[in-house]
């Protein structure tokens, strides 16, 4: 398979362009910035921006599936009205210009912050552990931005049949779970993240299985570590922290707050369990 990989520069673009080697795919990268000096230079590479409609169109060329990682990864590091539009108008190009090629087979990045998390003033929970059902709270304007792309997702699988579009829900890509307890030590801000992380080569694993997997229409998948990254019981941190928010489903241990579950069953999708 011949995919275009938007976002290649980038920590997901490079663990994606790994794992699509070693599974015999053909890639295309895209990005805004150079590759790194490790990047095998025999891959094609172009250098543009997701914003650039007729670049993406002419990037996506002779390509069998999209996977489209180029974002603004967090709040905070451009203006507003910046990080909304950027993530928003690159996916709606990526979409627009794989439906243009007849391009069926699409995944793009999104966020467990579509539903407003980590970045909100104070973080709106119904029920724990949350999956893809949870209404959407968002209210800044990067979890903004990655429901509306789920929401183009929606939008093109209806008037495009044959489409798969995958939108990934990550939550705190790292390749180990080391600096991820690490960074986290001192963040008193912690429990808005809900102790979740994703390995970055399952993360790699679930983007390249849902270009290969059949399913039609879109689909968000939650793409977490089935067990968090804090060594107090699940259950324990939800009562000290949240305990007005139900528990509906399995939290004993260190269950994750997060259900991957719909990953697994539609996609075959697996993270290791790794303990912190």
């Not at 067990?227 to 949240?242: D, M, N, V, Y």
């Not at 260190?254 to 697994?264: D, L, T």
Request: with cysteine; charged share 20%.
């Amino acid at each position: 398979m011949k995919i275009a990989l938007t976002g290649s520069s980038g920590l997901i673009g490079r663990g994606i362009t790994a794992l699509a080697r070693k599974r015999g795919h053909d890639l295309v990268l895209i990005d805004r910035i150079a590759p790194p000096e490790t990047q095998d230079k025999a891959l094609p590479f172009i250098l543009t921006e997701a914003t650039d409609y007729e670049a993406m169109v002419a990037a996506f060329k002779g390509c069998d599936a999209v996977i489209h990682m180029a974002a603004i990864p967090s709040p905070g590091r451009d203006p507003d009205h910046v990080i909304h539009n950027n993530n928003v108008v690159g996916s709606y190009n990526a979409l627009r210009a794989a439906a243009e090629h007849g391009i069926t087979r699409v995944c793009q990045a999104s966020s467990v912050n579509a539903i407003g998390h980590s970045y909100s003033r104070k973080p709106r929970y119904d029920y724990f552990p949350i999956d893809e059902k949870h209404p959407n709270y968002s209210e800044e304007p990067y979890s903004l931005s990655k429901w509306i792309c789920e929401e183009q997702g929606e939008a093109f699988a209806r008037r495009y049949e044959d489409m798969s579009i995958a939108s990934m829900r990550f939550h705190y890509v790292a390749p180990a779970i080391g600096p991820v307890v690490t960074s986290f030590a001192g963040n008193t801000n912690y429990p808005n993240y809900l102790w979740a992380w994703t390995q970055l080569e399952a993360a790699a694993d679930a983007c390249l299985l849902s270009v290969e997997k059949p399913f039609k229409g879109h689909e968000a998948f939650y793409i977490v570590s089935p067990i968090t990254f804090s060594r107090t019981p699940s259950l324990e941190l939800a009562g000290r922290h949240f305990p007005d928010v139900p528990v509906t489903g399995d939290l004993s241990g260190h269950k994750s707050f997060f259900n991957s579950g719909k990953a697994e069953r539609i996609l075959g999708w697996k993270h290791p369990i790794i303990s912190p």
